[in-house]
């Protein structure tokens, strides 16, 4: 079982004396009350429960379900209440449906979440916008939630920036993706400095996977050892993550909000 082995890791890390790391391990996009439980059960430390496509009292109903078994284990829920656009794994939609500000205190007193996922113009996957259309934060719906849930923890999910210059590597070195283009940084820092205290980035992380792949396969054709193409693979994703975690996410030093 997963928790065996994290309870087994731990082990291993106090014998090499290393430094204890916060760790989350968190289920996105849960979309049943038995996929939250398994993944409870087997060692996760947070889960989210996304019924954000029933009525809001079948969202309220389920989501309460979730967090009543999930406190049980100290395990934290984060719920969602209205509709991004776009393709994520099996989360579609094709419109935005935006948070609405005069539901979130009864949502979050009904169902007692310990973190709120929110649609404010944000899209799920690559292929958020098309070249020429304005990708747009509504700032002012995030404000109008922050106002009436004092100090609670709001996600963006679908907030990647789909950098171009990898966009660029990806069909240099032998890809096919079309032009696409994704949230502005300056308007996710902005985000950031409000109650929004986790940022879904998913679509960031493959294309600056893929693109190193690409690139690292297409340069040193003779390397066959995943070991060696994966460990630049690993670099160029680090670098990604440091960058945003200082200059959008602003969780490093030398960012003051
Ligand atoms: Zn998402």
């Given at each position: 079982m997963v928790s065996g082995a994290i309870l087994q890791m731990k082990e291993e890390a106090k014998k090499m004396k290393l430094k204890p790391i916060s760790v989350a391990l968190h289920l996105d996009h849960g979309d049943s009350y038995e996929l939250c439980v398994s993944a409870i059960k087997n060692g996760f430390s947070s889960v989210m429960i996304d019924a954000s496509h029933l009525s809001y009292n079948e969202n309220i109903k389920l989501t309460k379900k979730v967090v009543n078994f999930a406190h049980k284990y100290k395990v934290t829920v984060e719920g969602e209440l209205g509709v991004l656009a776009g393709v994520e794994d099996d989360v579609s939609a094709t419109e935005h449906i935006y948070t609405r500000p005069e539901e979130v205190e009864d949502f979050v007193k009904k169902t007692g979440v310990d973190s709120l996922a929110i649609a404010v113009g944000t899209s799920h996957g690559a292929y958020k916008f098309k070249p020429g259309q304005e990708a747009k934060i509504r700032l002012d719906i995030l404000k109008a939630i922050e106002k009436r849930l004092k100090n609670f923890p709001i996600v963006l999910h679908g907030a990647s920036s789909i950098p171009q210059e990898a966009l660029e590597k990806i069909n240099k070195y032998g890809g096919k993706m079309e032009s696409a283009i994704g949230i502005d940084p300056k308007q996710v820092r902005a985000a950031a400095k409000t109650a929004v205290c986790k940022v879904n980035i998913d679509s960031d992380s493959r294309i600056t996977m893929t693109a190193s792949l690409r690139e690292v396969l297409s340069q040193s054709?003779?390397?066959?050892?995943p070991r060696t193409y994966l460990a630049k693979v690993r670099e160029d994703l680090m670098k990604m993550y440091m960058k945003k975690n200082v200059e959008v996410l602003g969780c490093g030093k030398k960012i003051s909000k």
């Open positions: 054709p003779e390397i066959f050892d």
